[in-house]
């Protein structure tokens, strides 16, 4: 199983990155798909998520608006688009994955850092 992030990367507050995670190993279609992020000191935390069919999605609060999940099933590949960028959204972002029975799977984590 993997989970394969790409995409984070240095940019300045009000720019945008896309986040990709290459998944392989496992019935994609099958997971939900969710990206983490945790910044230095701080607790891991569910930033967005996506059903496995793609017809449902949350967010939290602070990226409702800016930021946009969407998954191709076809491609084993799940996405994070992040438009508005704050500094406050610095974090190392996480890949998740979790069926129904509650399995996870992790990718490695890319880093995304918001500075002037």
């Known amino acids: 199983v993997q989970l394969v992030e790409s995409g984070g990367g240095l940019v300045q507050p009000g720019g945008s990155l896309r986040l990709s995670c290459a998944a392989s190993?496992?019935?994609?279609?099958?997971?939900?798909m969710n990206w983490y992020r945790q910044a230095p000191g701080k607790e891991r935390e569910l930033v967005a998520g996506?059903?496995?069919?793609?017809?449902?999605?949350f967010y939290v609060d602070s990226v409702k608006g800016r930021f946009t999940i969407s998954r191709d099933n076809a491609k084993n590949t799940v996405y994070l688009q992040m438009n508005s960028l704050k500094p406050e959204d610095t974090a190392v972002y996480y890949c998740?994955?979790?069926?129904?029975?509650?399995?996870?799977?992790w990718g490695q984590g890319t880093q995304v850092t918001v500075s002037s």
């Open positions: 996506i059903s496995s069919s793609g017809g449902s999605r």
């Open positions: 190993g496992f019935t994609f279609s099958m997971y939900a």
């Open positions: 998740n994955a979790r069926n129904v029975n509650g399995r996870d799977y």
